[in-house]
Nanobody
Framework: VQLEESGGGLVQAGGSLRLSCAVFGRTFSSYSMGWFRQAPGKEREFVAAISWSGGTFFPNSVKGRFTISRDNAKKMVYLQMNSLKTEDTAVYYC??????????????????WGQGTQVTVSA
């Protein structure tokens, strides 16, 4: 399985970005997907998840600002980020859960990860 993120970049605070994650090599529709981020010197942090059935999960830090969606036909997952804050600056990673039944917020739940895409939010 390979995952490839795109869509990162530099944006001013209050702006928006949409990240994309392409999944290669596996049947996609049966698996849950997650987005995490990692800022320098910090642990990897849960950002969003979407189950195979379309259920979504967010931490309080992004709830109401971020949305996650998936297109099973295209094997894509998207993270729409609105009202961005400087504290959202990080490398963003997508990941796939191949059925571990672990907590969506736990990075150990996910089997494969992309290389990440940098998001920088300026003041």
């Amino acid at each position: 399985v390979q995952l490839e993120e795109s869509g990162g970049g530099l944006v001013q605070a209050g702006g928006s970005l949409r990240l994309s994650c392409a999944v290669f090599g596996r049947t996609f529709s049966s698996y849950s997907m997650g987005w995490f981020r990692q800022a320098p010197g910090k642990e990897r942090e849960f950002v969003a998840a979407i189950s195979w059935s379309g259920g979504t999960f967010f931490p309080n830090s992004v709830k109401g600002r971020f949305t996650i969606s998936r297109d099973n036909a295209k094997k894509m997952v998207y993270l729409q980020m609105n009202s961005l804050k400087t504290e959202d600056t990080a490398v963003y990673y997508c990941a796939v859960d191949l059925g571990s039944h672990g907590r969506v917020q736990d990075p150990r739940t996910y089997s494969y990860w992309g290389q990440g895409t940098q998001v920088t939010v300026s003041a």
